[in-house]
């Protein structure tokens, strides 16, 4: 089975410091990764997509992909207490499928 | 990014009873998917609704338990079918394009409680 995993959290954070959150899949058919972020009680909402070795930067949020390696990192510099909420990773491959991870709960303290 | 709404938003239903959930996006979208998302879990893909054809379901998710409609590129239908107190979860649509590096969209969900 295809799995896409995450540490559950929570991961508490101070504010003004960096969260990383971190992803490793195991279909090595993936060809693109997305960070999605969910407020309790609402959907999730992108945040970021990344399909390239290397990192991508939008803003405060800065995504790490490491095919090789198999593993998707999310940096968010900065963190304020509004960032607070669950982070998924998902994973796609050939035929257009998400496979999600279980989420990270981070928890950034003012 | 499409703008997606969901009907209803919320719902208490009884147990074996069946409840339908619209999907309606603003604009012609190539992809649409139906996730369930249990009290405290990720997101579980039931089905993709494919337009004027049968949807396709994953592993574990049957027809007739979730019977799936989409008649044009904006509208799709999920029904929950024979509920019980298991059923009790987000139901979300999402759109996307047919390309892989094309993202998802979700709506607001359906936040369902079965009695």
Do not use: H
């Not at chain 1, 999310?74 to 989420?103: E, M, V």
């Not at chain 2, 574990?60 to 989409?70: A, L, Q, T, Y």
């Not at chain 2, 759109?95 to 969209?105: A, I, L, M, P, R």
Request: net charge neutral.
């Amino acid at each position: 089975q295809k799995e896409v995993e995450q540490n559950s959290g929570p991961l508490s954070v101070p504010e003004g410091a960096i969260a990383s959150l971190n992803c490793t899949y195991s279909d090595r058919g993936s060809q693109s990764f997305f960070w999605y972020r969910q407020y309790s009680g609402k959907s999730p909402e992108l945040i970021m997509s990344i399909y390239s070795n290397g990192d991508k930067e939008d803003g405060r949020f800065t995504a790490q992909l490491n095919k090789a390696s198999q593993y998707v990192s999310l940096l968010i510099r900065d963190s304020q207490p509004s960032d607070s909420a669950t982070y998924l990773c998902a994973s796609k491959a050939a035929g257009n499928k998400l496979t999600f991870g279980g989420g990270t709960r981070v928890l950034v303290k003012p | 990014s499409a703008v997606i709404s969901q009907k209803p938003s919320r719902d208490i239903c009884q147990r074996g009873t069946s409840l339908t959930i619209q999907c309606q996006v603003d604009s012609q979208v190539t992809m649409m998917f139906w996730y369930r998302q249990q009290p405290g879990q990720s997101l579980t893909l039931i089905a993709t609704a494919n337009q004027g054809s049968e949807a396709t379901y994953e592993s574990g998710f049957v027809i007739d338990k979730f019977p799936i409609s989409r008649p044009n590129l904006t509208f799709s239908t999920l029904t929950v079918s024979n509920m019980s107190p298991e059923d009790s979860s987000i139901y979300l649509c999402s759109v996307g394009k047919d390309t892989s590096q094309e993202t998802q969209y979700f709506g607001p969900g359906t936040r369902l409680l079965v009695l």
